[in-house]
């Protein structure tokens, strides 16, 4: 079974800073995604950035970066010129690569803060 | 497009009562799955729905069933609530691998 953990509960950063969130993942597939969301306190799931395991090439979406360690099995996630709306929840989330879309399996979360 | 959208927002049931939320999908997507996701915790996966059937399942009972709909809208029903049941219920449909999330319905059992 695969698992993910997100071992920082809360992290805060000063506006305009970088802040990096933690993930490490368990599982003995070799082809998944890995995906990093964000829940604001309005509750909606917005995807923030993913990486597809066969590519070595960490992804990067404007301000938000991964550093994909497959044989560590780590991915975190940097955000740089931190912003006010980057305040909210950061989950990881782990998804098998199959012919269909399968289940996400997602970490218990990173509260993030982020003061002026 | 208005993207993934969910009813109610926010529903109170008491012990033992039967609930039904409900999704509706991004325009073009064919599959929809549920989370469950209590406070200050990760979504939990409940179950999956593709062509109106049901594709996988997590770890949950058999009080919790659901469908899916010709028009790939999708409900979720829970029987016998219990105060466990308590949490936000969030909705995703998905084309590939990208799942899109809706808003979710708060779910107090009292």
């Known amino acids: 079974a695969q698992t993910v953990t997100q071992s920082q509960p809360e992290m805060s950063v000063q506006e305009a800073e970088t802040v990096t969130l933690s993930c490490t993942y368990d599982?003995?597939?070799?082809?998944?995604?890995l995906f990093w969301y964000k829940q604001p306190p309005s509750r909606q799931m917005i995807l923030v950035i993913r990486q597809e395991a066969y590519k070595q090439q960490n992804a990067t979406e404007n301000r938000f970066s991964v550093n994909f360690q497959k044989a560590a099995k780590s991915f975190s996630l940097k955000i740089s010129d931190s912003q006010l709306g980057d305040t909210a929840m950061y989950f990881c989330?782990?998804?098998?690569?199959?012919?269909?879309?399968?289940?996400?399996?997602f970490g218990t979360g990173t509260r993030l803060q982020v003061f002026p | 497009d208005a993207g993934v959208t969910q009813s109610p927002t926010h529903l109170i049931k008491t012990r033992g009562q039967q609930v039904t939320l409900r999704c509706s999908p991004k325009?073009?997507?064919?599959?929809v799955s549920w989370y469950q996701q209590a406070l200050g915790q990760g979504p939990q996966f409940i179950f999956q729905?593709?062509?109106?059937?049901?594709?996988q399942r997590g770890n949950f009972p058999d009080r919790f069933s659901g469908h899916q709909f010709p028009n790939y809208s999708s409900e979720l029903n829970v029987n016998a609530l219990l105060l466990g049941d308590s949490a936000l219920y969030l909705c995703?449909?998905?084309?590939?691998?990208?799942?899109?999330f809706g808003p979710g319905t708060r779910l107090t059992v009292l």
């Open positions: 729905y593709y062509e109106e059937e049901e594709r």
């Open positions: 325009s073009g997507h064919d599959t």
């Open positions: 995703a449909s998905s084309l590939s691998e990208e799942q899109f």
């Open positions: 989330a782990f998804m098998k690569h199959d012919y269909n879309t399968d289940k996400l399996i």
């Open positions: 599982t003995s597939e070799s082809n998944y995604y």
